[in-house]
């Protein structure tokens, strides 16, 4: 039984797929095209924003998958300007919505947004729009929360539904519905009434998560099975893909971080994202004593001293703004040249996000990671009691260490959209310059590096990847190391990439303690240790060794 509804709804998804939703002979077509120029400004609509728009106000529902920057909003921003009832919003983030209805304010679209910190007189006022026939709100802006714990709002979208006036849900970041997302809310658990409740109505699902399992997850969620989804190319053919191994002394990464400022990016704007407050401080006063002018963004600043760093970076009198994650939302520069991870990325989604806020004009511009394993230890200290944490951080160690796919390929292959490597035409590293690594087999480094952990084991010591590898090349404590353990004859930096390799295939796991001050991570066996124990087993990695 449970089959042949998925065969349903897989033909049924299939069919709506097949439609010609580009066409513009639908009866709002003209409506559309007039309210896009007069209202928006906008003159020609970007790939998917016509299939989307069409398919909505056609009453479908819709899971519209699109990079950031794509232009996600206008899908339901035009409809809404063209219907004559209510558009919700559901948005996970009260600044966003702020800037979202302020730049709907400046055109002149009647919106209000619902959420925790909304006042008295502007709740009442939306309530009673939603149940007048008169009014001409288009869009109301509400928080996940502020719905699922506002029995009044409830009630009266009730009442505009059965008035006629409830025109569609649009849910911005819709992978929040999933827990297999980066970035689950529970809030959002609860539009899965929405469907049975308000039944005929269309649900527009928007996001830049494009994985098929977490699409799945969404539509069984919100009760859409089987809907049309709609998925843009992540692919950014301006963008230059490049990774660098970060030196792990100080001085030295501070003075390639200075030649990068000074000479290769000299005179252009870009972003050098940290993960750590203290580091993003820290490295703001670096680059300034070196004479770079840089300003710091984090959450821990006054918002007011914040608006001024973004504002002196929009005018060009910083050259580069030092930023935590939190530096992002909203960012709308179309002329940024460069951004740096000065630390990997918590998970693709993250790095695909930061680094695409480079070259948004479509000019040639440049994404460069900063690699060094000691730096994912301190990443996934915090993200691993997430569910799936480590395993995000560790496709970024998978792209970090490759030494010779095509980043875009890899890029593509964790959006699940294929790209042929002849589409990257140099725009990355390793096509620029083929690798030359060579598949070698790791196993026999494996079974040392067992070696070392039995005998920590049996000094009831744990190990840290630093103090695995002292002991791999015989230094620190004495009593870690072990005698017929070779000294590696290769860079430490090569022995550090085996560890990673070895972590990401699980022939290695991380362990985590909790001390008074903070979490450490230490390594020990893996599952597939047992595989890695067997002498005739192999494993391949494809990597240059020096
Ligand atoms: P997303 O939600 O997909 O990240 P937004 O909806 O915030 O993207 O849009 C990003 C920017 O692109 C906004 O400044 C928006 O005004 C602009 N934009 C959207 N569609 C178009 C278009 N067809 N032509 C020009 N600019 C557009
Ligand atoms: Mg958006
Ligand atoms: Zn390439």
């Known amino acids: 039984k449970e089959k042949l509804r998925d065969d349903a709804l897989l033909k049924k998804s299939f069919s709506l797929s097949k439609k010609n939703w580009d066409n513009e002979d639908f009866d709002w077509s003209a409506r559309l095209r007039k309210s896009l120029k007069d209202v928006f400004k906008i003159e020609k609509l970007r790939e998917l924003q016509l299939p989307t728009m069409n398919a909505i ?15 996600k909003s206008l899908c339901y921003q035009l409809p809404a300007v063209i219907s004559k009832g209510i558009t919700i919003v559901v948005s996970p983030l009260v600044s966003l919505m702020e800037d979202q209805l302020h730049g709907l304010h400046k055109l002149h679209v009647k919106t209000t947004m619902l959420c925790g910190k909304a006042d008295k007189e502007s709740v009442k006022m939306t309530m009673n729009a939603l149940v ?68 005929g109505i269309p649900i527009l699902g ?13 539509q069984k969620m919100l009760d859409i099975s089987g809907c049309l989804v709609l998925r843009a190319s992540f692919n950014r053919p301006n963008l230059y893909y490049e990774v660098r191994r970060k030196p792990a002394d100080k001085e030295t990464c501070l003075a390639m971080m200075e030649n990068l400022l000074k000479n290769r990016f000299g005179g252009k704007s870009g972003i050098i994202y940290t993960t750590t407050i ?14 770079i002018k840089v300003g710091c963004y984090h959450a821990m600043l006054e918002a007011e001293y914040r608006s001024e760093v973004y504002s002196k970076w929009m005018s060009g009198k910083y050259q580069a703004v030092i930023a935590t994650i939190a530096f992002g939302l909203g960012i709308d520069k179309p002329d940024v040249r460069f951004v740096i991870h000065h630390c990997v990325s918590k998970s693709m989604e993250n790095f695909y996000q930061e680094s695409g806020r480079a070259g948004r004009d479509g000019k040639k511009s440049v994404s460069i990671v900063l690699y060094r394993l000691a730096d994912v230890f301190k990443l996934s200290t915090m993200v691993f009691q997430d569910k799936v944490g480590l395993q995000n951080l560790y496709k970024v160690l998978t792209y970090c260490l490759d030494q010779t796919s095509c980043r875009r390929s890899l890029i593509a292959t964790h959006f699940e959209e294929t790209w042929n490597a002849s589409d990257c035409v140099e725009m990355c590293d390793h096509c620029r310059k083929p690798g030359v690594g060579k598949e070698i087999d790791v196993a026999q480094y494996c079974r040392q590096l067992y070696q070392i952990m039995t005998k920590a084991v049996q000094n009831e010591t744990r190990l840290t990847a630093l103090k695995l590898v002292d002991a791999w090349y015989s230094k620190g404590a004495s009593s870690l190391r072990v005698s017929n353990v070779p000294v590696p004859r290769f860079a430490r930096e090569t022995a550090e990439a085996i560890i990673g390799h070895l972590l990401v ?29 067997n002498n005739d087993h192999k494993i391949l990695f494809n990597y240059e060794l020096h």
Not at 206 to 218: E, H, Q
Not at 517 to 531: D, V
Request: hydrophobic share 35%; proline share 4%.
């Open 505 to 533: 295939n699980g022939y290695l796991q991380e362990d985590f303690h909790f001390s008074a001050y903070s979490t450490i991570s230490y390594l020990k066996r893996g599952p597939k240790s047992g595989l890695a124990l």
């Open 278 to 291: 203290k580091d993003a401080e820290q490295l703001t006063t670096d680059l300034r004593d070196r004479g």
């Open 57 to 71: 106000m056609s009453k479908e529902d819709v899971i519209l998958i699109m990079p950031t920057g794509g232009g």
């Open 206 to 218: 928007l996001t830049a998560t494009a994985p098929a399992k977490i699409i799945v997850d969404v």
């Open 132 to 199: 007048d026939k008169n009014s001409d709100l288009k869009l109301i802006y509400v928080t996940p929360e502020y719905m699922a714990k506002s029995n009044r709002f409830m009630n009266k979208l009730q009442k505009a539904y059965e008035l006629g006036r409830l025109e569609r849900f649009a849910i911005d970041e819709v992978h929040c519905c999933s827990q297999w997302g980066h970035d689950f809310r529970p809030d959002y658990k609860f539009l899965g009434v929405l469907k049975s409740m308000f039944p």
